[in-house]
């Protein structure tokens, strides 16, 4: 069985901070990795996604995340908090490529 | 850009009536699926369909969910006989299919569903 959790509900940083998002997950085979942001009233977007290549992968927006799969992380960064980041984060974690397994989210607000 | 498109966005109903959503895939995507997602949780997934095949469905379909996808296009999810707790935001995706290579979802707006 695969599984993410999600450390933090709720992180809030100052605009230009540092961004960082925690995931873990729990997966017997290599997996396939995702972090999708979701703003309200919308559907989830993918931001990256970690598929056995690079251990560093860069997403959009200035996001990027590295798989350890030594801690079974894969954490969510950016260098300098934009207000537009504020949003609900979401890992998951994939072994087929179909059934995808979410974790409960992350609120991230940003602080002017 | 014709992304994924669900109808309606948002539906209120009283208990015990029936509801049907529907989603239209990208539209060379093969592959269709539907999650549930409930407040201050991540999406649950359901079901999904290869063409017009449903291929996996979760313990979380109950008899009183059922979903097609007809001709392999668009799908419908209809639950039947409806609770309080099926109160929740229904989500669509699809992916085109690469062999031996994961499939990237994309999602649609969801509907959101209010059970009075």
């Known amino acids: 069985a695969q599984s993410v959790t999600q450390l933090g509900s709720h992180v809030s940083v100052s605009e230009g901070a540092l961004v960082l998002l925690r995931c873990n997950y729990s997966s017997s085979v290599p997996p396939y990795l995702f972090w999708y942001v979701q703003y309200p009233n919308q559907g989830l977007q993918l931001l990256l996604k970690?598929?056995?290549?690079?251990?560093l992968v860069k997403g959009i927006n200035g996001f990027e995340a590295e798989f350890k799969k030594s801690e079974t992380s894969f954490h969510l960064t950016k260098p300098s908090a934009h207000m537009s980041d504020a949003a609900e984060y979401f890992c998951?974690?994939?072994?087929?490529?179909?059934?995808?397994?979410f974790g409960t989210g992350t609120s991230l607000t940003v602080i002017p | 850009d014709t992304g994924v498109s669900q109808d309606p966005r948002h539906k209120i109903t009283k208990r015990g009536q029936n509801v049907t959503f529907r989603c239209d895939p990208i539209s060379e995507h093969n592959r269709l699926y539907w999650y549930r997602q409930t407040l201050g949780q991540g999406p649950e997934f359901l079901t999904y369909?290869?063409?017009?095949?449903?291929?996996?469905k979760s313990r979380l379909l109950s008899d009183r969910f059922s979903a097609e996808r007809p001709k392999g296009s668009f799908s419908t999810l209809e639950i039947q006989r409806t609770e309080q707790g099926d109160s929740a935001m229904y989500l669509c995706?699809?992916?085109?299919?690469?062999?031996?290579?994961?499939?990237?979802?994309?999602f649609g707006p969801g509907t959101r569903l209010t059970v009075l």
């Open positions: 970690y598929t056995s290549a690079a251990t």
């Open positions: 998951a974690v994939s072994v087929t490529g179909n059934q995808f397994y």
């Open positions: 369909f290869q063409n017009e095949a449903q291929l996996e």
């Open positions: 995706a699809s992916s085109p299919r690469r062999v031996g290579s994961y499939n990237e979802q994309f």
